[in-house]
């Protein structure tokens, strides 16, 4: 069964100092994984996905994500944190090209001091 | 611009009362999607449509009920048997091989 655990519901970093958003997958097949940004009261935006290609992924507003599988992780990462990345992050899991499938994490909600 | 386009963003009931959120998208995608999101937690899925004139129930569909009778339309009725209907409802729809575009949801609060 493939499941996705978020391992920070709250992350706090200052603006200008690196964010790193931690998510642990498991899964039986070659999974797709996505995160998703989602500002207060609005949709939710994709910001990177791995689809099998390479493993280390280019996102939008500078994140991006490395696939470890020995390690079953797919942590987001951006080098300097912006007061506008404030938002709640989601780590999602799918069998590849089936989204009836996906298995969405519990968030982890970003905050960003001056 | 395309995109999918969620109405009312805010909403109010009583409790026993039917109602009806609307989602429209205009990106020509054959798959839409409800799904519902709660303080502290993922995404639920409570119905998903593949195709017009088909849909399939999700992991929470009690409670609720779809049509899907134009590929660009597709309302969720959130009816008096759901037992805890306030939340924030977010609608999706994707191409085939694509991932999921989001409008930007309706918060329903049931009193």
């Known amino acids: 069964a493939q499941s996705v655990t978020q391992l920070d519901s709250h992350v706090s970093v200052s603006e200008g100092t690196p964010v790193l958003l931690r998510c642990n997958y498991s899964?039986?097949?070659?999974?797709?994984l996505f995160w998703y940004v989602q500002h207060p009261n609005k949709g939710l935006q994709l910001l990177l996905k791995?689809?099998?290609?390479a493993t280390l992924v280019k996102g939008i507003n500078g994140f991006e994500a490395e696939f470890k599988k020995s390690e079953t992780s797919f942590h987001l990462t951006k080098p300097s944190a912006h007061m506008s990345d404030a938002a709640e992050y989601f780590c999602?899991?799918?069998?590849?090209?089936?989204?009836?499938?996906?298995?969405w994490g519990l968030g982890t909600s970003l905050a960003v001091n001056p | 611009d395309g995109g999918i386009t969620q109405s009312p963003k805010y909403l109010f009931r009583k409790e026993g009362q039917n109602v009806t959120l609307s989602c429209e998208q205009n990106?020509?995608?054959?798959?839409m999607y409800w799904y519902r999101q709660d303080p502290g937690q993922g995404l639920r899925l409570i119905y998903y449509?593949?195709?017009?004139?088909?849909?399939q129930k999700g992991d929470i569909a009690e409670g609720y009920s779809v049509s899907r009778e134009k590929k660009e339309s597709f309302p969720l009725t959130v009816t008096s048997a759901q037992k805890n209907p306030t939340a924030f409802y977010l609608c999706?729809?994707?191409?085939?091989?694509?991932?999921?575009?989001f409008g930007n949801g309706t918060r329903l609060t049931v009193t």
């Open positions: 999706a729809s994707k191409a085939q091989g694509s991932p999921l575009h």
């Open positions: 990106l020509n995608h054959d798959a």
């Open positions: 449509s593949q195709i017009v004139n088909d849909f």
């Open positions: 899964s039986s097949y070659s999974p797709s």
């Open positions: 791995y689809t099998s290609a």
């Open positions: 999602v899991v799918s069998d590849a090209g089936n989204n009836r499938k996906l298995i």
